[in-house]
């Protein structure tokens, strides 16, 4: 297990042609994880943010597109940050637990002490590495970092709710009807080694 204390394997969710239209016109002939965002495919961006974690082995992008449009990038920025990127494709959509779980064995496959997760079509200067220390410090199932958004456009996003004492997570809801919360949920995870239970 002391190899393993050591080893971070990040996840990143792009997604699949099905879904993603705010960007058309534009984007029609690009998938939306490749799409440009301040000079770089959207994707760069949480990837970039990944790289900086300390004894980061491995990074999977999962999602629903063809191999193809992914195979040129992927070997691009595998060779660039000189950590492994790999593309997962899911033989259909299954939705974020679904595709972690469909690919769960890739993701375990040398037993990684901690697993980060992000969706790709967030922007941000991500704080892993020091995500990655809360956690470790904090304890827990899982760390999540979110952000707090207006009441009046909590809606567009998954909303959470936490206990304010404990800060335990007790409920979500993905983009509800009604008010809930002004936390949006889903800017990271960082889980334990046995995030599959």
Request: hydrophobic fraction near 40%.
């Amino acid at each position: 297990m002391a190899g393993s204390e050591q080893r971070v394997v990040a996840v990143i969710m792009v997604g699949g042609p099905t879904k993603g239209t705010r960007f058309r016109p534009l984007s029609l002939n690009v998938p939306k994880p490749l799409f440009p965002i301040a000079g770089q495919p959207m994707v760069h961006h949480p990837i970039s943010a990944c790289s900086r974690i300390p004894h980061l082995a491995q990074i999977y992008l999962i999602g629903f597109y063809e191999e193809r449009e992914f195979a040129l990038y992927v070997s691009s920025i595998s060779h660039e940050l000189r950590i492994p990127v790999r593309y997962l494709r899911e033989d259909k959509p299954h939705g974020s637990a679904g595709g972690l779980y469909s690919f769960r064995d890739y993701i375990m496959e040398d037993s990684p002490s901690h697993i980060v997760l992000l969706n790709c079509d967030v922007c941000s200067s991500f704080p892993l590495p020091d995500m990655l220390e809360a956690h470790k410090k904090y304890g827990g199932m899982g760390t999540l970092l979110v952000n707090k958004v207006s009441a009046e456009s909590a809606n567009q996003f998954g909303e959470l709710v936490a206990d304010p004492e404990t800060n335990e997570l007790l409920h979500y809801t993905e983009k509800p009807e009604t008010f809930v919360s002004a936390v949006l949920l889903f800017v990271g995870l960082f889980a334990r080694c046995n995030f599959f239970g």
